[in-house]
């Protein structure tokens, strides 16, 4: 695959924002020019889209730097947004990069149909944002887990405060049920795609099952799967350099 002289629109998970690139984005130096933003709904300004939504979303941030082309990289729900957007404009996309991607029905688990259910969905997505944001409120809770993850306080607390953020808890259950009602479609126009897709999951994943990459790279024509042994969901975050090198078309990542 030939290394991308086009920027690079990066677009982040949920929950996420921006920030959570800054890695790959350091592994990238100056051989490409990062577009990362915090996608509506994570930006605590406007209101969470879907899947269709969240296209448009991109869309507007090309127009707004006036990129006609980019490399297009998603991560998990970011996966299926970057792979909506290469079925539906493939003028706009050049290469298309998938980290973890949820952007198939098989990519769902029983966990993501419970949080859609009525009000004990509701109740659980509350919890599953708002909590680990409290827990992060808590300076020794940022300490062990920057330790553990390698991630620094302050990336931490910034975190913390968007997940206590009632925005942050509507966007979760946004995506969390356009996942259930739209995936199935846009499964319909993976065919579409005619980028050249790089697919990447971590063989530890708990989150997006690593079958589903599988699957993924079957559905998309001639995608192209790689599998990091040991890894786990976070892959821009644990594994930049290995996401950075396939953004780059295999160029050897900065040190």
Not at 24 to 34: D, E, K, L, N, T
Not at 116 to 128: D, E, N, W, Y
């Amino acid at each position: 695959m030939l290394p991308t002289s086009d920027p690079v629109l990066l677009l982040h998970g949920q929950p996420g924002g921006a920030r959570d690139w800054d890695r790959v984005v350091a592994a990238i130096g100056g051989r490409a020019s990062p577009i990362a933003f915090d996608r509506p709904g994570w930006d605590l300004r406007f209101a969470a889209r879907d899947l269709a939504g969240n296209v448009e979303a991109a869309l507007a941030v090309l127009d707004l730097d006036q990129v006609e082309r980019a490399t297009v990289v998603g991560h998990s729900f970011g996966g299926a947004v970057a792979a909506w957007l290469a079925a539906d404009h493939p003028a706009r996309v050049g290469r298309l990069v998938l980290v973890a991607p949820a952007a198939n029905v098989a990519s769902l688990t029983p966990l993501d149909r419970l949080l859609v259910a009525p009000v004990a969905g509701r109740l659980l997505s509350i919890a599953a944002v708002a909590g680990p944001g409290l827990a992060l409120a808590d300076r020794r809770v940022r300490r062990s887990v920057g330790l553990r993850l390698g991630l620094d306080e302050d990336y931490l607390r910034a975190f913390g405060r968007v997940l206590r953020a009632p925005a942050a808890w509507r966007a979760f259950a946004t995506e969390q049920r356009a996942l259930l009602c739209e995936l199935p479609l846009l499964e319909s126009r993976l065919g579409r795609i005619a980028a050249p897709t790089s697919i990447v999951s971590g063989s530890a994943d708990r989150i997006v099952p690593p079958s589903s990459a599988r699957l993924l790279a079957a559905q998309i024509p001639g995608a192209v799967l790689t599998v990091v042994e040991g890894a786990g969901h976070l892959l821009s975050m644990s594994r930049p350099g290995r996401v950075a090198e396939l953004i780059l078309g295999g160029e050897e990542p900065a040190a």
